[in-house]
């Protein structure tokens, strides 16, 4: 375990440019440092074993923490866990600097996040991607619908194969990976369904509840090889829910298109065309979730005084999810495809189409 600071150049990025002050010789130099409007808050933040630079969920709650230090003048506090064996370690670190609201990033520190709720129950915690059974008055869940948003990806994966064949796979079977996969089986029978098509899916049966995984979320070359795999098999999309493992497949459709394919990757958790640019040339969507909104929400929240326990769950409604835009492959996607997905978006909303995964947060 270790507690890490950020590079200068990740943290200007995030911060950003404040507004230029004038003065009677003209423009005053840029201005970078937060207003400290909360110097006696401290907001703190610990990873999963993906770490903060994975190109998705870490990244994302994190950036939302940083966003939070420029917008409110928050200290902050972070820890990045290297395995498992970190989680308890890097959370009694933040009790040590005096966290007022500590936010955890992922299913595997449910436990962690659990006791240390326990043991601090004058402080606050909150958990990206994991609901408790029996609510804790200290802590708030951050959960996300990702069916929904997955359902609109399986369905444009299927509408742009050459090959009709796509492929999913996760990082381990966790209900946070596996309804990625469930709404993305969703979404590609949806599409055979209206088109008369049989598109075919590898790497998860929805009805058994059973598909590929690579065991870890850490592992690229697992990644690159299931990957491979499926492109040997002929499919053309492929969906890795399997955080930094992502990159793995990420590689394998650049090289297999430098071999003569014509693969495609879908991105999770964030903009892959934005936070993993290595790959936005074979980026043909990403299904999102704005952990960084929810979070700096939640810390702005909190440092008002006005922290609650009640699960926030992310839809397509408040835009807690959302399928990115095609980007570079937006005019390879037909008008009629974009259509039909906006019109199953309304569907989903309106609650005309229901998504449903045994994983969909209750």
């Known amino acids: ?75 902050m506090q972070e820890a990045e866990s ?19 609201l500590t936010v955890t990033i992922g299913f595997l520190l449910g436990d962690a996040t659990k006791k240390a709720a326990e ?19 200290n802590i708030k869940p951050m959960i996300y619908d990702t069916a929904q948003a997955a359902y609109l990806a399986g369905y444009a994966a299927a509408a742009s194969s050459e090959t009709g064949t796509v492929a999913t796979f996760g990082g381990i079977k966790i209900p946070t990976v596996t309804i990625f996969m469930d709404g993305f089986a969703d979404g590609v029978a949806k599409f055979n369904e209206d088109k008369g098509k049989d598109v075919k899916l590898l790497g998860w049966d929805k009805d058994k509840q059973d598909g590929t995984f690579t065991g870890d979320f850490e592992k690229q070359d697992k990644g690159k090889q299931v990957t491979s795999n499926f492109i040997a098999s002929g499919a053309d999309v492929i969906m890795p829910v399997a955080g930094p ?6 590689a394998a459709v650049k090289e297999a298109n430098t071999g003569g394919k014509d693969a495609k990757l879908v991105w999770v958790d964030s903009d892959g065309y934005l936070t993993a640019p290595d790959y936005k040339d074979v980026m043909l969507t990403s299904v999102i979730k704005t952990m960084d909104k929810a979070v700096e929400d939640l ?61 969909s947060p209750k």
């Open 245 to 250: 493992v992502g990159k793995g497949a990420g």
């Open 82 to 100: 290297k395995s498992n064996a970190d989680f308890a370690t890097n959370l009694q670190g933040m009790m040590n600097n005096n966290c007022d």
């Open 119 to 137: 043991e601090n129950p004058d402080k606050h915690f909150a958990i990206v991607d994991f609901q408790y059974d029996e609510p804790i008055k």
């Open 299 to 359: 810390v702005t929240a909190d440092s008002k005084g006005e922290f609650d326990s009640t699960p926030y769950i992310g839809t397509l409604e408040n835009e807690g999810v959302a399928l990115a835009p095609f980007h570079d492959f937006d005019s390879k996607v037909s008008d009629e495809t974009k259509s039909e997905i906006e019109a199953l978006k309304a569907q989903i909303i309106s609650g005309e189409l229901k998504v449903e995964s045994p994983s």
């Open 1 to 75: 375990m270790r507690f890490v600071s950020r590079k200068t150049g990740m943290a200007a990025a995030m911060i950003g440019i404040s507004a230029l002050a004038l003065t009677a010789c003209g423009a005053a130099p840029e201005e970078t440092a937060p207003k400290a409007e909360n110097p006696d808050y401290t907001g703190c933040i610990v990873s999963d074993s993906g770490g903060f630079d994975d190109q998705s969920f870490n990244e994302s709650s994190y950036r939302g923490l940083k966003n939070a230090e420029k917008d409110l003048g928050i200290k």
